[in-house]
């Protein structure tokens, strides 16, 4: 693929470096030759499972998203640790914030969330035959969460209604709609 709109980075400004961000502003040359600001967010990448019970629930959280001044249901997600492999924060992340863990994990893709602007690379992993842990992991601090478990007609249900309202739960709602429950529920 021949790159044509290729932008050539002239300068670097950084505008805030954060526990989970960090902000800079690049000064690039367009194609045309033209300058042009670029406001980039840098985010170290994420995690998302898919986890689906023996009784084909959908194992998910609800969870307060202050940018949006209100809680989502979205399937467990979390940032990846520096040097941390993605398919160990996976676990992690199950663990700490369902109670649940899994012994195989397949990985079912991973994307970009908003590449106009961010870095942030996603990879979401299907829990294979996932079960509950008999005790309690330990997760953030500063995380407070509710455990549910839907069908995928009520994860469908809840997405009409917007209480899962998030890109990586709804690519996961649609991949388990086309491969594993391609019937219906």
């Known amino acids: 693929m021949k790159e044509d709109f290729k932008e050539n980075t002239i300068s670097t400004e950084e505008i805030y470096k954060g526990k989970i961000i960090d902000v800079k502003v690049d000064t690039v040359q367009l194609p045309d030759g033209n300058q042009s600001k670029r406001e980039i967010v840098n985010h170290p990448g994420a995690v998302a499972v898919l986890a689906v019970t023996g009784e084909d629930k959908i194992v998910m959280v609800k969870q307060y998203r202050k940018p949006l001044e209100k809680s989502l249901l979205e399937i467990p997600a979390g940032k990846l640790e520096k040097g941390e492999d993605p398919e ?73 209604k917007e209480i899962i ?21």
């Open 88 to 160: 160990r924060t996976a676990i992690r992340e199950l663990e700490e914030e369902t109670g649940y863990s899994s012994g195989s994990l397949k990985l079912i893709n991973s994307f970009y969330t908003s590449p106009g602007f961010a870095d942030e690379l996603v990879y979401l992993y299907l829990a294979e035959d996932p079960w509950k842990l008999s005790d309690n992991v330990a997760g953030d601090d500063d995380e407070f969460v509710t455990v549910e478990e839907l069908t995928l007609e009520e994860a469908f249900r809840q997405e009409e």
């Open 165 to 185: 309202h998030d890109a990586k739960t709804s690519y996961a709602l649609l991949y388990a709609r086309l491969f594993l429950f391609p019937g219906g529920d």
